[in-house]
């Protein structure tokens, strides 16, 4: 989850509320929240965390429901890397390896990416990356991406 235009905190905290509400998901818990400067793109910072969920459905209909979360907190698809209000992105479904038109999972670019790898691993110390091995493998070399934890 990440977003750098608004309140990004108070929306966050709407979204884990609705996603903590929705039937198909269960065990909802977020990571700590970090603030990140923008990556291949200009604008404010972002504040970034992950959530972790049961998610009882497809993977395609989580994509969906995130997709859905974003339109209803006013989410528009510009331009690539435009600045946003929230973006909600699926990059692990359990241990799958998914490759359609809708939904690579995991995110093909989620172990190069300090701002996910961070807090995914607050929540996960041990995660494995489907077809990569451990996540914290990853860290090190995302060092130079600065990444700062925010107090909430």
Not at 60 to 80: N, P, Q
Request: charged share 20%; aromatic share 6%.
């Amino acid at each position: 989850m990440g977003g750098n235009l608004g309140n990004p905190i108070a929306l966050f905290d709407e979204v884990v509320a609705e996603l903590c509400a929705l039937p198909q998901a269960a065990g909802v818990r977020e990571s700590p929240r970090f603030e990140s400067a923008p990556v291949d793109a200009t604008g404010p910072n972002y504040v970034n965390s992950v959530i972790e969920l049961f998610w009882q459905g497809t993977p395609l209909d989580l994509l969906k429901t995130c997709m859905s979360l974003e339109s209803i907190h006013g989410r528009v698809r510009s331009i690539k890397n435009a600045p946003r209000l929230i973006d909600l992105d699926v990059l692990l479904f359990g241990d799958s390896i998914i490759q359609s038109d809708e939904l690579t999972v995991p995110h093909p670019r989620m172990h190069l990416r300090r701002f996910v790898l961070q807090p995914l691993l607050a929540l996960s110390p041990d995660l494995e990356i489907p077809g990569l091995g451990r996540a914290a493998l990853y860290l090190p070399s995302t060092l130079n991406q600065e990444v700062t934890p925010l107090n909430a």
